[in-house]
């Protein structure tokens, strides 16, 4: 009955260490450090590729940009995927950066001013997606991890391109991300 005693103490003290370190791990992954300098890295990165890239996409061009200068400045091109006729397009996501360039346009002199305006914008979402996807690797799987992915995703090119890109296909990965 004694060594039972003992043996049950054990395992008891073993128990409370183990739940201590379980809740101590995770005190420490609840906090992710230096989370502002993450952001201004990004945001940096991200304001840079809105600033130099150029649109590498036809379909950018002439499927958003020019109906998005279409409803913000009343000039521009419709293409035909947005011809009522035809009508394959929905003007709301041109619609929503249309209204971003129109308020943009109050403040802002030149329209390539709002162009790069929008673009910067793009890459801040990104940017925002892109630092909730680190914390969210960091509290999973730690610094190591968070911090690759953190430099992987700073230098990729594809990256760099589709950050700013004014397609749907890089807001749903924005949004993904940010998911």
Request: charged share 15%; with cysteine.
């Amino acid at each position: 009955k004694m060594k039972y005693e003992n043996d049950r103490k054990l395992l008891h003290s073993m128990q409370q260490k183990q739940s201590l370190k379980v809740a101590e791990k995770k005190a420490v992954d609840a906090v992710v450090p230096y989370t502002e300098w993450i952001f201004t890295i990004l945001t940096a990165a991200r304001i840079y590729a809105a600033l130099t890239s150029h649109i590498t996409d036809c379909d950018e061009t002439y499927n958003f940009w020019e109906p998005t200068h279409f409803l913000a400045f009343r000039s521009g091109f419709q293409t035909w995927e947005y011809n009522p006729k035809f009508a394959l397009r929905s003007y709301f996501y041109v619609g929503v950066h249309a209204a971003l360039a129109k308020i943009a346009s109050i403040f802002l002199t030149h329209k390539v001013f709002v162009f790069y305006f929008i673009r910067m914008m793009l890459g801040m979402f990104c940017a925002v997606s892109e630092d909730q996807f680190y914390s969210a690797i960091y509290k999973k799987f730690g610094s190591f991890i968070a911090n690759c992915w953190l430099v992987t995703t700073l230098f990729a090119p594809g990256m760099f391109i589709s950050s700013t890109a004014y397609l749907p296909s890089s807001f749903a990965m924005c949004a993904i991300t940010l998911a």
